[in-house]
């Protein structure tokens, strides 16, 4: 992470490569129940990252001896797909993977009220389907929004964002070039109801200040970052509405048909199969020739 | 580290009942470090050693260089790799088997206090751009978790880097490398330190021993360079805290650092 100056990350206006201002998030998009089978999940997309957050849980732990008497274990399990970034990742779990899995875990069990589900298991996973740089915040926050979506009680959500330092300047939500040509990067987990601060880490040669600056920028960015999760949030239920409302029709005008009748309609194909237009679908004897 | 073993409920009271009057269990002040030794070339046979004691917490450190090939997007850069090793022999906490998280994350973050301090220039490893490097393998094991792991790790890996010699090489003309008996030491351009703030309730104790380190809430370590800048930072498990605490604790730590490294160039001179 050498902060050479051979590209120019910031013009004279303060305008970044992909156009935002220096405390601008990427645009950003969260889609909750993305995963059918899992209890909760969410997929987001911040910039060209894609991640999918799935919940499962809480359910039996194996083995029993990992269990926690008193509390729920999270377990969260960052992965990259191997075709997530420009070389092939290999697929076998990296060092980086463990320890990234292991801070989200951390931050997630500080907002999860665990004790409330002694002697189980809460597991998160969280596969990357395209990197751009601040993958791990987006997991972390695509979690929380997850967990929320599976009904799990917490006590609030964790928003997540990094801030980094390019040209010796405090810069929000850093994307793929500018995390490899900054001079530094502090992914950050926080929760904005609580005012509290759950992950924190750091690479990168920061100045104290530098690093108050960066700080302070991440926060504001979690807390705009915190709206679109609510947002996201709020619109399953919107849509859940939707369904429900827009087919009322006054029922008792309607003269009721016999119920024998309805199992005869067929239900529509999604797959239409469309047949080869001879009318004739008889076997011609060119054909039974072949057979025979 | 992840999961917390379980200390009796009596003991963390009475850590905590004398935090309140600012006193720890062995007599320190919040701050207050245990004896430091440092003990260099411990192990002839590896590149660079180093044996640091913090109290009763004990990391022998060893670096060895082998020839390889660099990576293809830094085809004029050595390598360096930290690896960690939390052996049963250390705790009885500790289980043999691969790394564990908690090995992980100290090699992990010691490594980033290294690396981006830059005290090692990568490039002065390089015999011959894309195809022959020094890689530098910095590896940990615990002897006794007595607590502080990371910043014993972290003074540990710096010693061991100093008393490091490499040996000289004669480029051969078929391309092979052979190495000569003469050595030539590494070179180091400043030192960094990693000072370990832990968070006991709402009390922040420096240094602490294994069962404060097993009642904390939460740590974050921080890496200095010579400069008091900040060149790594871990927050690890599952405490929290509020961003006026982070700057006050990155205020104190800096100050912490200084001592720190005085220590160590003290036991390097």
Same mark, same amino acid.
């Given at each position: 992470?050498?902060?050479?100056?051979?590209?120019?990350?910031?013009?004279?206006?303060?305008?970044?490569?992909?156009?935002?201002?220096?405390?601008?998030?990427?645009?950003?998009?969260?889609?909750?129940?993305?995963?059918?089978?899992?209890?909760?999940?969410?997929?987001?997309?911040?910039?060209?990252?894609?991640?999918?957050?799935?919940?499962?849980?809480?359910?039996?732990?194996?083995?029993?001896?990992?269990?926690?008497?008193?509390?729920?274990?999270?377990?969260?399990?960052?992965?990259?797909?191997?075709?997530?970034?420009?070389?092939?990742?290999? &697929?076998?779990?990296?060092?980086?993977?463990?320890?990234?899995?292991?801070?989200?875990?951390?931050?997630?069990?500080?907002?999860?009220?665990?004790?409330?589900?002694?002697?189980?298991?809460?597991?998160?996973?969280?596969?990357?389907?395209?990197?751009?740089?601040?993958?791990?915040?987006?997991?972390?926050?695509?979690?929380?929004?997850?967990?929320?979506?599976?009904?799990?009680?917490?006590?609030?959500?964790?928003?997540?964002?990094?801030?980094?330092?390019?040209?010796?300047?405090?810069?929000?939500?850093?994307?793929?070039?500018?995390?490899?040509?900054?001079?530094?990067?502090?992914?950050?987990?926080?929760?904005?109801?609580?005012?509290?601060?759950?992950?924190?880490?750091?690479?990168?040669?920061?100045?104290?200040?530098?690093?108050?600056?960066?700080?302070?920028?991440?926060?504001?960015?979690?807390?705009?970052?915190?709206?679109?999760?609510?947002?996201?949030?709020?619109?399953?239920?919107?849509?859940?509405?939707?369904?429900?409302?827009?087919?009322?029709? &006054?029922?008792?005008?309607?003269?009721?048909?016999?119920?024998?009748?309805? &199992?005869?309609?067929? &239900?529509?194909?999604?797959?239409?199969?469309?047949?080869?237009?001879?009318?004739?679908?008889?076997?011609?004897?060119?054909?039974?020739?072949?057979?025979? | 580290?992840?999961? %917390?073993?379980?200390?009796?409920? +009596?003991?963390?009271?009475?850590? *905590?009942?004398? $935090?309140?009057?600012?006193?720890?269990?062995?007599?320190?002040?919040?701050?207050?470090?245990?004896?430091?030794?440092?003990?260099?070339?411990?192990?002839?046979?590896?590149?660079?050693?180093?044996?640091?004691? +913090?109290?009763?917490?004990?990391?022998?450190?060893?670096?060895?260089?082998? *020839?390889?090939?660099?990576?293809?997007?830094?085809?004029?850069?050595?390598?360096?790799?930290?690896? #960690?090793? $939390?052996?049963?022999?250390?705790?009885?906490?500790?289980?043999?088997?691969?790394?564990?998280?908690?090995?992980?994350?100290?090699?992990?973050?010691?490594?980033?206090? +290294?690396?981006?301090?830059?005290?090692?220039?990568?490039?002065?490893?390089?015999?011959?751009?894309?195809?022959?490097?020094?890689?530098?393998?910095?590896?940990?094991?615990?002897?006794?978790?007595?607590?502080? $792991?990371?910043?014993?790790?972290?003074?540990?890996?710096?010693?061991? *880097?100093?008393?490091?010699? +490499?040996?000289?090489?004669?480029?051969?003309?078929?391309?092979?490398?052979?190495? *000569?008996?003469?050595?030539?030491?590494?070179?180091?351009?400043?030192?960094?330190? #990693?000072?370990?703030?832990?968070?006991?309730? %709402?009390?922040?104790?420096?240094?602490?021993?294994?069962?404060?380190?097993?009642?904390?809430?939460?740590?974050?370590?921080?890496?200095?360079?010579?400069?008091?800048?900040?060149?790594?930072?871990?927050?690890?498990?599952?405490?929290?805290? %509020?961003?006026?605490?982070?700057?006050?604790?990155?205020?104190?730590?800096?100050?912490?650092?200084?001592?720190?490294?005085?220590?160590?160039?003290?036991?390097?001179?």
């Amino acid at each position: 992470m050498a902060g050479d100056g051979s590209v120019k990350l910031i013009d004279e206006k303060g305008i970044r490569l992909d156009g935002r201002k220096v405390d601008e998030l990427r645009p950003v998009n969260i889609k909750i129940g993305v995963i059918k089978n899992a209890d909760g999940s969410a997929e987001i997309r911040m910039g060209k990252n894609i991640i999918i957050a799935a919940v499962y849980g809480p359910r039996e732990l194996h083995p029993k001896h990992r269990a926690l008497a008193d509390r729920a274990l999270i377990q969260c399990f960052y992965r990259m797909s191997t075709f997530s970034v420009s070389d092939r990742k290999s &697929p076998a779990p990296s060092r980086r993977e463990k320890e990234i899995s292991m801070v989200i875990s951390n931050s997630l069990a500080s907002v999860v009220l665990t004790e409330k589900y002694p002697r189980t298991t809460i597991d998160v996973y969280l596969q990357v389907l395209q990197a751009d740089g601040g993958t791990r915040t987006a997991s972390l926050t695509a979690a929380s929004v997850a967990l929320a979506d599976a009904g799990i009680p917490m006590r609030g959500l964790i928003a997540s964002v990094a801030a980094g330092l390019i040209n010796d300047k405090a810069v929000l939500d850093l994307f793929d070039v500018e995390d490899q040509k900054g001079s530094g990067d502090l992914p950050l987990g926080y929760c904005p109801v609580l005012d509290e601060i759950s992950l924190l880490q750091l690479d990168g040669v920061f100045t104290v200040k530098q690093f108050e600056d960066c700080l302070n920028i991440a926060i504001k960015g979690a807390k705009d970052l915190y709206e679109i999760q609510r947002d996201a949030l709020k619109q399953k239920y919107t849509d859940i509405r939707a369904e429900v409302e827009v087919p009322v029709k &006054p029922k008792t005008e309607e003269p009721k048909e016999e119920p024998k009748e309805e &199992p005869k309609v067929a &239900p529509k194909p999604v797959l239409k199969v469309e047949k080869p237009k001879t009318e004739e679908p008889k076997p011609s004897k060119d054909d039974k020739k072949e057979v025979e | 580290m992840g999961d %917390k073993y379980i200390i009796n409920e +009596i003991e963390k009271d009475h850590i *905590l009942s004398l $935090l309140e009057q600012k006193k720890r269990i062995d007599g320190r002040t919040l701050d207050g470090f245990r004896e430091i030794k440092i003990e260099t070339n411990f192990v002839e046979k590896a590149e660079g050693s180093a044996v640091i004691t +913090i109290g009763n917490t004990k990391i022998i450190v060893g670096v060895k260089a082998i *020839l390889g090939t660099p990576y293809p997007d830094s085809p004029e850069s050595g390598v360096i790799t930290t690896g #960690a090793e $939390l052996s049963p022999i250390a705790s009885p906490y500790f289980e043999s088997g691969p790394p564990s998280n908690a090995a992980i994350e100290l090699a992990r973050v010691t490594d980033r206090t +290294i690396r981006e301090s830059h005290c090692i220039d990568l490039s002065k490893l390089c015999v011959v751009p894309e195809k022959h490097v020094w890689i530098l393998f910095i590896d940990f094991y615990v002897l006794n978790h007595d607590g502080n $792991l990371f910043d014993a790790a972290a003074l540990g890996a710096m010693a061991a *880097l100093a008393t490091t010699k +490499i040996p000289k090489v004669k480029v051969l003309e078929d391309g092979s490398i052979e190495k *000569l008996e003469e050595k030539e030491p590494l070179k180091i351009n400043h030192y960094p330190v #990693a000072v370990t703030c832990y968070k006991i309730d %709402k009390y922040k104790i420096y240094d602490p021993n294994f069962k404060e380190d097993r009642v904390s809430d939460s740590r974050i370590t921080i890496g200095f360079d010579e400069e008091d800048r900040i060149v790594a930072l871990q927050k690890g498990d599952q405490g929290t805290y %509020k961003p006026a605490e982070i700057m006050e604790i990155v205020r104190e730590s800096l100050n912490v650092s200084k001592a720190l490294r005085k220590e160590l160039m003290k036991s390097l001179s």
